[in-house]
Antibody
Framework: QVQLQQSGPGLVKPSQTLSLTCAIS??????????WNWIRQSPSRGLEWLGR?????????DYAVSVKSRITINADTSKNQFSLQLNSVTPEDTAVYYC???????????WGQGTMVTVSS | EIVMTQSPATLSVSPGERATLSCRAS??????LAWYQQKPGQAPRLLIY???TRATGIPARFSGSGSGTEFTLTISSLQSEDFAVYYC??????????FGQGTKVEIK
């Protein structure tokens, strides 16, 4: 079955870069029928989609307007994983971050285990 | 951006009873509506997509209905493992695919 395994630090200092990785098993990051997403959850903002990467003969990315100037999502086909980088973080970026798969048939059907990221000095 | 509004915020139900949760969209999302269940410390779990199609492995006591702007999730006979927070999410206007604020189903 498809599984997503997240990794990355749980504490980031203000103004620095948040970096998380999501390793895929049971599917491929280069699948033509899936998109690979990052979503975060906080008490103040609820569940918030951040962005996605997907392959349809070439790579595409889409980002939420709220973080568009600070976010990068990359795919690594050699390791079958994708990553999130969020620059210039502030305490408002404190949240649980999830990676998730969305297919062309359903919506977010597979989720990573979540990573609690705290932005604090 | 489409706003998803769930009601009630909290639903108190006895085990074995029926639970009915509502979700309203600020504009039509046709049938591109999903429901998720989330338990403490866990990621959301997809229950329903396409407004009424159960995801793989989801018990038949969970059912979804509606289209356009009004949707309902019904749990026909609540089991102990069903007490959780439930979220709706539209993916008609995608991305970003917005979520509701959640309904907590608690033991009465």
């Amino acid at each position: 079955q498809v599984q997503l395994q997240q990794s990355g630090p749980g504490l980031v200092k203000p103004s620095q870069t948040l970096s998380l990785t999501c390793a895929i098993s049971g599917d491929y990051v280069s699948s033509n029928s899936a998109a690979w997403n990052w979503i975060r959850q906080s008490p103040s903002r609820g569940l918030e989609w951040l962005g996605r990467t997907y392959y349809r003969s070439k790579w595409y990315n889409d980002y939420a307007v709220s973080v568009k100037s600070r976010i990068t999502i990359n795919a690594d086909t050699s390791k079958n994983q994708f990553s999130l980088q969020l620059n210039s973080v502030t305490p408002e970026d404190t949240a649980v971050y999830y990676c998730a798969r969305k297919t062309t048939v359903t919506t977010f059907d597979i989720w990573g285990q979540g990573t609690m990221v705290t932005v604090s000095s | 951006e489409i706003v998803m509004t769930q009601s009630p915020a909290t639903l108190s139900v006895s085990p074995g009873e029926r639970a009915t949760l509502s979700c309203r969209a600020s504009q039509s999302v046709t049938s591109n509506l999903a429901w998720y269940q989330q338990k403490p410390g866990q990621a959301p779990r997809l229950l329903i997509y396409g407004a009424s199609t159960r995801a793989t492995g989801i018990p038949a006591r969970f059912s979804g209905s509606g289209s356009g702007t009004e949707f309902t999730l019904t749990i026909s006979s609540l089991q102990s493992e069903d007490f959780a927070v439930y979220y709706c999410q539209q993916y008609n206007n995608w991305p970003p695919g917005t979520f509701g604020q959640g309904t907590k189903v608690e033991i009465k």
